[in-house]
């Protein structure tokens, strides 16, 4: 099993729609969580981070973590055009709180936004 | 604020020749971490550092491979000698490794390609 496991996709949703994109996680001493945007031919930007079971929002981004479920997700409302791109969950394990710093990413799911 | 600076941002070499990649830090990091990029593999972590030294290397795929980050301002990444499946874009992070939530800020990656 891997360590970290997002939604498989493509995931193809129109301009204006609700992109949903998920990631599971394997350790439960797992402390943060972050949503990397990367571009084609870019390197990953930070988007988001959570760490408190709920919701955060940001804009039009809302990342949901429910650690009993060891379930992360992104929510992209009014979807656009610029949102295509590879969207990578990582997660900071924390082996014995040897860990500080160090993340686990998942493979990432590309997102197309179609006009 | 600058951000992680690599050099080159690409690379091409013949198949038995050393390749040495390079890394700058974000001032006042003191996490530094080596990544490969492949569309095989996804986001692989090679080698990270903490306070210039090697924390952890399990990434590292072979002994080709080595890292050295001599202050807190520089890193390389060595592969001697390359090889054709080394073809990759190597990207350096660094982060404040000891501030919660341990967020990573990635350079624009190097694009090797081995012939």
């Known amino acids: 099993q891997k360590e970290v496991e997002q939604n498989s996709g493509p995931l193809s949703v129109p301009e204006g729609a609700i992109a949903s994109l998920n990631c599971t996680y394997s350790d439960r001493g797992s402390q943060s969580f972050f949503w990397y945007r990367q571009y084609s031919g870019k390197s990953p930007e930070l988007i988001m981070f959570i760490y408190s079971n709920g919701d955060k929002e940001d804009g039009r981004f809302t990342a949901q973590l429910n650690k009993a479920s060891q379930y992360v997700s992104l929510l992209i409302r009014d979807s656009q055009p610029s949102d295509s791109a590879t969207y990578l969950c990582?997660?900071?394990?924390?082996?014995?709180?040897?860990?500080?710093?160090?993340?686990?990413f998942g493979q990432g799911t590309i997102l197309t936004v179609h006009p | 604020d600058a951000g992680v600076i690599q050099s080159p941002r690409h690379e091409v070499t013949e198949m038995g020749q050393e390749v040495t990649l390079r890394c700058k830090p974000i001032?006042?990091?003191?996490?530094l971490f080596w990544y490969r990029q492949t569309m095989m593999r996804g986001l692989e972590l090679l080698i990270y550092f903490n306070n210039n030294v090697p924390i952890d290397d399990s990434g590292m795929p072979e002994d080709r491979f080595s890292a050295k980050m001599p202050n807190a301002s520089f890193s390389t990444l060595k592969i001697q000698p390359s090889e054709p499946r080394d073809s990759a874009v190597y990207f350096c992070a660094s982060s404040l490794g000891q501030l919660f939530p341990y967020e990573q800020y990635f350079g624009p990656g190097t694009r090797l390609t081995v012939t």
């Open positions: 001032s006042g990091h003191d996490y």
């Open positions: 990582a997660v900071n394990m924390d082996a014995g709180g040897t860990s500080y710093g160090k993340l686990t």
